[in-house]
């Protein structure tokens, strides 16, 4: 699995080449476009940042999940500029890429449920919101159709 540092580097440039007309673009009224796609990433980094902080300092936590639709939406990612949710996602997946990289190593070990979910451990939280990057990366390629 690379380190979440690795995926910003390795897939900040196409984000940066999109047009606003690539970004914006929806398959569907229902289909998030890119836009959206890319602040979903910055509102789950949002909440896995607290989650990451927490479990850090405290072990067999439960915490709240959120409704990734009313992010989205009440986020009106839509409407922004491209070129400025790049570097907001890029600034701060570095920042949420410094902190899974100076968990304190005891840490990890640590459970918590979010939501609904069964109990997982802190480093499965912080290699799952790589791998749950990732898949959305994916996602804002294809519907760019890059």
Do not use: C
Not at 19 to 27: D, F, W
Not at 57 to 72: A, F, K, M, P, T
């Amino acid at each position: 699995m690379p380190e979440l540092a690795q995926v910003i580097t390795e897939h900040l440039p196409y984000l940066q080449d999109l047009t606003e007309e690539q970004a914006a673009r929806k398959p569907t009224p229902d289909v998030w476009s890119a836009k959206e796609i890319l602040g979903h990433l910055i509102d789950s980094g949002v909440n896995n940042h607290a989650r990451f902080v927490l479990s850090s300092v405290q072990d067999d936590l439960h915490l709240s999940g959120y409704n990734q639709n009313d992010w989205v939406s009440v986020g009106a990612w839509q409407e922004r500029h491209w070129a400025d949710l790049v570097a907001l996602w890029a600034t701060y997946q570095g920042q949420l890429a410094h902190i899974i990289a100076h968990l304190p190593p005891a840490s990890l070990a640590h459970s918590l449920r979010i939501g609904e979910s069964e109990r997982l451990t802190l480093s499965f939280v912080a290699e799952d919101y790589v791998r749950h990057q990732l898949h959305h990366l994916a996602q804002i390629r294809e519907r760019a159709g890059v």
